[in-house]
């Protein structure tokens, strides 16, 4: 297993195993930037990747009201955080494009929300 490399966040270490994958950031080659997001997993349907929700409310001032919103974003769920299951709360940071919708990266399991 090679050394666990420093991505720049104050996260913590994952505990899994490094299957070689290189869009790993903490074992791979992957570099994280931009903005990071805490969000619920919805799906992981998906192999190697999750969707992540996140939901937001905000004021209306006219209705004097509060509205609800969510947005849903698909993330790399690299192989060395392990036990990510639906309904569990995750961090992800922006990377650079993986496929046509994966455009962030898992980077911790377990956030407090």
């Keep these: 297993m090679?050394?666990?490399?420093?991505?720049?966040v104050d996260v913590a270490k994952p505990t899994g195993e490094w299957d070689g994958d290189q869009n790993c950031p903490f074992y791979g080659s992957l570099?994280?930037?931009?903005?990071i997001i805490e969000g619920r997993v919805r799906s992981t349907g998906?192999?190697?990747s999750i969707v992540v929700e996140?939901?937001?409310?905000?004021?209306m001032k006219k209705?004097?009201?509060?509205?609800?919103?969510?947005?849903?974003y698909s993330a790399h769920l690299p192989s060395c955080i392990?036990?990510?299951?639906?309904?569990?709360?995750?961090?992800?940071m922006e990377?650079?494009?993986l496929s046509k919708t994966v455009?962030?990266?898992?980077i911790e399991k377990g956030v407090n929300q």
Aim: aromatic content about 8%; charged content about 45%; overall charge positive.
């Design 2 to 8: 090679s050394e666990i490399r420093d991505i720049g």
């Design 31 to 35: 570099r994280l930037r931009g903005q």
């Design 46 to 48: 998906m192999s190697g």
């Design 54 to 59: 996140r939901e937001i409310t905000r004021y």
């Design 63 to 72: 209705y004097e009201r509060y509205e609800k919103r969510t947005r849903s």
């Design 82 to 92: 392990d036990g990510v299951e639906e309904g569990d709360s995750v961090r992800i």
């Design 95 to 97: 990377c650079r494009p």
């Design 103 to 106: 455009k962030f990266c898992v």
